[in-house]
């Protein structure tokens, strides 16, 4: 038995060649420098921050450079498949703006590069494994566990690396020995379970200075100086499926990728692809290895974000806090692109697509995630949307994550005019952060959710009722903000109080308080709150009526 005949062998019928799929699968005609990405994601039903993280940078690069980008299902790990869990990777991504030119959406594939999700492409991967095993460049492998168990503990013994290669799997030179060849031939025709190796070329255990180097074009990182694999890796699983390894060179080489864009964890694999790559004759993408999320954590050290412990790793706490999807893009590039930031206070209407994305301008020694920064940006980016546009979009939010708002949503001008307020002052309010904390913020408009959070100043509170009277008294719901201040400041003085805080700060004895502390029990009345955006205002959003009932209410309490 030679190579070809043990290849036809094990894949006795398949439909086309490997040269038959090169040609099926063409170079793209594109401009130049347009780059082809993809975005791989496993169908877990854990789509996290990383994953958007690295859409993002699929997506500028492909789209700045009008080249494509495609949506791969990496489904070849059957063991972590969850119900629906395309459609959630989908939906996620679009709600954060990541739309795909390519690959798998929710009406099926689209393009010519497909099948889309690997476990569709069972026979493309058969098909090179077929032309591996035919050059000899690839051997069944028929190991058990107990073998493979023991030959680990000999290699621990012996105290060199683990693994199979060069030495340890008897099938490995199968042609050398007759008898093992037809153990082989044997095997293959009893159905007995394999898997198909990867014979590599590499010496083992070589010294560091005899170890050859490959270098390998990171756009992240720059050029790395890649050590010879060795290990003959598994291409090809017992259950016919082909490892995260085999899969991706075949299919970044028929899909015709030229960036791969993929998380630092892959990077010691990376000699394997570098010899499979060579092994079936393809040139190699260039990598993008993207930094891991860092935080700083309890301790104040860096760490790497944590499905169990950071609840905001996954992409739907974003979507169940409420997060605008703008808000959390202008995040993402801005620890994305170390020059994001100064572009931003330099363009701060520009639309984020002007910004040139750059892989050179990523940090490679792990990005720091912070969600205090997030809100800070989250809150510029709102004041930039337009109030009725924002209520539509809470409104959604609401519908979906949210249902229990529902009475913020009946009236969707009044809603529009809460947004508003202070947002066109010379120094605007940047109150929103997200949803639910809008929910909150903004709840005292709502008589459904309205509730006293904070007490009377200590220096008005026993004058209450009495301010809160003469307030309901003099109320006049068209006076203007300044005739609206005299009247505080009246009854302030009549009270007893300052009209001026500084003159309290001067001769504190003289007074029982100031008109803030005043203004304070009028505004804890109408808002339940000490803290608020201008009261004047509020009373002008909420009508009279509202306002008189707010009064009522708090001096009969
Ligand atoms: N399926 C791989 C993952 O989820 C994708 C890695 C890649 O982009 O190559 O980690």
Excluded at 2 to 26: D, V
Excluded at 168 to 185: L, N, Q
Excluded at 348 to 370: H, I, N, R
Excluded at 377 to 397: C, Q
Aim: charged residues 30%.
């Amino acid at each position: 038995m030679n190579y070809a005949e043990l290849s036809e062998l094990i894949y006795p019928s398949l439909p086309h060649t490997a040269e038959e799929y090169e040609a099926m699968y063409p170079a793209r005609d594109l401009p130049e420098g347009a780059m082809v990405t993809r975005l791989g994601p496993s169908p877990t039903g854990f789509i996290h921050l990383g994953n958007l993280y690295g859409a993002f940078v699929d997506e500028r690069l492909a789209h700045q450079s009008g080249g494509v980008f495609f949506l791969r299902i990496e489904d070849t790990d059957d063991k972590r498949y969850v119900e629906n869990a395309v459609e959630t990777i989908i939906g996620s991504l679009k709600f954060f703006g990541i739309n795909f030119d390519e690959g798998v959406t929710s009406d099926g594939d689209i393009g010519s590069y497909g099948d889309y999700t690997q476990s569709h492409r069972g026979e493309i991967y058969r098909t090179f494994a077929k032309k591996l095993l035919a050059e000899g460049k690839a051997y069944p492998c028929f190991l058990s566990e107990e073998e493979i168990a023991s030959i680990r503990e000999k290699q621990e013994a012996e105290k060199t690396s683990p693994g199979i290669y060069a030495g340890w799997s008897k099938y490995r030179d199968w042609d050398k020995d007759e008898a093992i060849a037809a153990e082989v031939e044997q095997k293959i025709k009893a159905g007995e379970p394999f898997v198909v190796r990867l014979k590599s070329c590499g010496v083992p255990n070589a010294s560091a200075e005899e170890t050859k180097r490959h270098a390998v074009i990171d756009a992240v990182r720059g050029e790395l100086s890649v050590p010879d694999n060795f290990q003959d890796v598994i291409i090809i699983k017992q259950t016919g499926i082909p490892t995260y390894h085999f899969a991706h060179v075949v299919d970044d080489h028929l899909m015709r990728t030229t960036h791969v864009v993929r998380g630092e964890e892959w990077l010691p694999s990376l000699p394997i692809h570098v010899e499979l790559f060579e092994a079936l004759g393809w040139d190699l993408p260039i990598y993008c290895h993207t930094a891991q999320l860092m935080k700083i954590g309890e301790d104040g050290n860096k760490r790497k974000l944590s499905k169990r412990k950071d609840p905001e790793l996954s992409l739907d706490f974003y979507r169940n806090e409420g997060y605008h999807p703008e808000a959390v893009r202008e995040y993402l590039l801005t620890i994305l692109n170390s020059n994001y930031e100064e572009w931003r206070i330099e363009n701060p209407e520009a639309d984020a697509e002007e910004f040139k994305f750059t892989t050179e301008k990523m940090s490679s020694s792990g990005a720091l995630f912070d969600l205090d920064k997030l809100n800070d940006v989250s809150k510029n980016t709102l004041l930039h949307i337009e109030a009725d546009k924002l209520a539509t979009w809470l409104k959604a939010w609401s519908d979906e994550f949210a249902p229990e708002y529902a009475y913020v949503f009946e009236d969707m001008d009044y809603l529009a005019k809460i947004l508003d307020l202070g947002r066109h002052d010379a120094r605007p309010r940047a109150d929103l952060v997200y949803a639910r904390q809008i929910m909150d913020f903004i709840s005292y408009f709502f008589d459904e959710a309205f509730k006293v959070e904070d007490e009377y100043p200590a220096e008005a509170a026993d004058d209450a009722d009495k301010i809160l009277r003469a307030y309901l008294d003099s109320y006049d719901h068209s006076d203007d903000n300044g005739q609206w201040f005299d009247k505080i400041r009246e009854i302030a003085t009549e009270l007893g109080y300052a009209a001026k805080p500084k003159d309290y700060k001067k001769h504190p004895e003289d007074y029982k308080g100031h008109v803030g502390h005043v203004s304070t029990v009028i505004r804890i009345a109408l808002m339940g709150r000490a803290q608020s955006p201008d009261v004047w205002a509020i009373q002008q959003i909420m009508g009279e009526e509202a306002v008189r009932s707010r009064l009522e209410a708090a001096i009969n309490k």
